[in-house]
């Protein structure tokens, strides 16, 4: 049984995406817990620690350049990531919301998943 769990945060995700996650989770040794919008990922956050925290820049908000959610869920572990304790990362489909991530300290990027997952 894996002892690593990682946060997934995404939105606009079809059942096969979903699948995938969880394949990505097996093969580099994470459990999955997935979300598609702010709330939950919150809760989530809430409930428990997660060793890795993966998500939409602008979670809840396809195509804005709004990345509050990045923001308020960073803020909420950047304590444990700066401690190396979690990682965490904001993706997102607009390049820009990268950028503006990055402009403020988020950890941002585009490194897909199970790349993330490995490093």
Do not use: W
């Not at 919150?42 to 820049?57: N, S």
């Amino acid at each position: 049984m894996t002892s690593k769990s990682v946060l997934i945060g995404l939105h606009n995700r079809t059942p096969e995406d979903h699948a995938d996650c969880k394949l990505i989770a097996v093969v580099t040794g994470y459990r999955v817990v997935e979300v598609e919008d702010l709330p939950r990922m919150l809760e989530q956050i809430g409930k428990r620690q997660f060793d890795a925290y993966y998500m939409d820049a602008n979670l809840g908000k396809s195509g804005s350049l709004d990345i509050n959610p990045a923001r308020q869920v960073y803020e909420l572990v950047k304590s444990r990531v700066e401690k190396r304790e979690a990682r965490f990362l904001a993706v997102s489909g607009n390049p820009l919301a990268v950028r503006l991530a990055q402009a403020t300290g988020i950890p941002a990027g585009s490194t897909d998943l199970y790349t993330f997952l490995k490093s």
